[in-house]
């Protein structure tokens, strides 16, 4: 049976998949006020409908929040996992009954050693941003997003967390620690490998965001000379349009490996959707706005999307 967790993803990615598909191929016939709720940023909604939107849009450099919020909950779920694996910490009972309520796992999942370095590596992830976001990016004062898009974030880096250790040994199942899964042979096979192409997408997406970042500044100085768009050059954007949000599904899909649950499963779902549906987004304005655009790029999978 699919848990409070499962429900909301699938959701979420059935919705963001549909909406585009409908927006992709009959934008014309589709609502303004669906249009303007989906599409944001640079290719956001310009039309003159669905005005009563704008009460609930928000800058989009709103974006921060997601990191700082889950920068911190995520440094306080991996330091608990340490005191609960490492210093023989129970797990807090109401810790318990709020996992059981949004995940209703009876029996651990995965082994201790795979939710310890998968959290760990999401942490990696969320502190990069951070810092992005806060000292590197440049966000146009007058580029929105929907309140939607903020909520939905904050409540995916919420559910990424607690769908690990809510499906580790000893936070959900069994406190008695003589029969807690410290490690297993599929941690064992696919820990490095899955830690290397995680590196690797990480290093690739901070370098994509830095050309975007450079794009918008001078190259002596440093400082922010504009908030026009212009096309991104070099590394992964000789191959696509969103090579960040291709990472983005590479770092997820050494995640889920790493975590091969049914609930991680369904945030994958969400993740490899949202990504995809906004890439190609991106990939139409740019060839839509620039009349030089490159036309061997793909919008996020090279030879394929």
């Not at 009563?52 to 440094?75: D, Q, R, T």
């Not at 009349?291 to 793909?298: A, I």
Request: glycine letters at 4%; a positive charge.
């Amino acid at each position: 049976m699919l848990n409070i967790l499962d429900i909301i993803f699938v959701g979420l990615a059935s919705a963001i998949t549909f909406t585009g598909f409908l927006i992709n191929n009959f934008e014309k016939h589709v609502p303004a006020f669906i249009i303007k709720g989906f599409k944001y940023g640079s290719f956001a909604y310009k039309g003159p409908e669905a005005n009563f939107l704008n009460v609930i849009e928000i800058p989009k450099s709103w974006y921060k929040h997601f990191y700082l919020f889950a920068s911190c909950f995520g440094s306080a779920t991996l330091a608990y996992i340490f005191l609960v694996y490492h210093f023989e910490y129970n797990v807090n009972r109401y810790v318990s009954l709020i996992l059981r309520i949004f995940l209703e796992q009876d029996a651990p999942a995965v082994s201790a050693a795979a939710v310890t370095i998968a959290t760990a590596l999401m942490i990696l992830q969320c502190l990069r941003r951070f810092y992005e976001t806060y000292f590197l990016q440049v966000f146009a004062k007058s580029s929105k997003m929907n309140l939607s898009h903020y909520l939905a974030g904050i409540i995916h880096y919420f559910a990424c967390y607690v769908a690990a250790i809510g499906q580790a040994p000893l936070f959900c199942g069994s406190q008695n620690r003589g029969i807690v899964i410290w490690n297993d042979t599929h941690t064992k096979i696919l820990a490095v490998p899955c830690i290397l192409i995680y590196m690797w997408a990480w290093y690739e997406q901070y370098q994509s965001n830095i050309i975007f970042a450079n794009l918008r500044k001078d190259k002596k100085s440093g400082q922010v000379i504009t908030e026009d768009h212009r096309v991104p050059n070099g590394r992964l954007f000789h191959y696509v349009s969103s090579p960040h949000r291709m990472c983005e599904v590479i770092l997820y899909t050494a995640l889920l490996l790493l975590i091969p649950t049914r609930t991680f499963f369904c945030i994958y779902l969400w993740v490899l959707a949202n990504q995809v549906q906004t890439a190609i987004q991106a990939h139409e304005w740019y060839k839509k706005t620039f009349e030089n655009y490159p036309k061997n790029r793909f919008a996020i999978f090279p030879g394929l999307v």
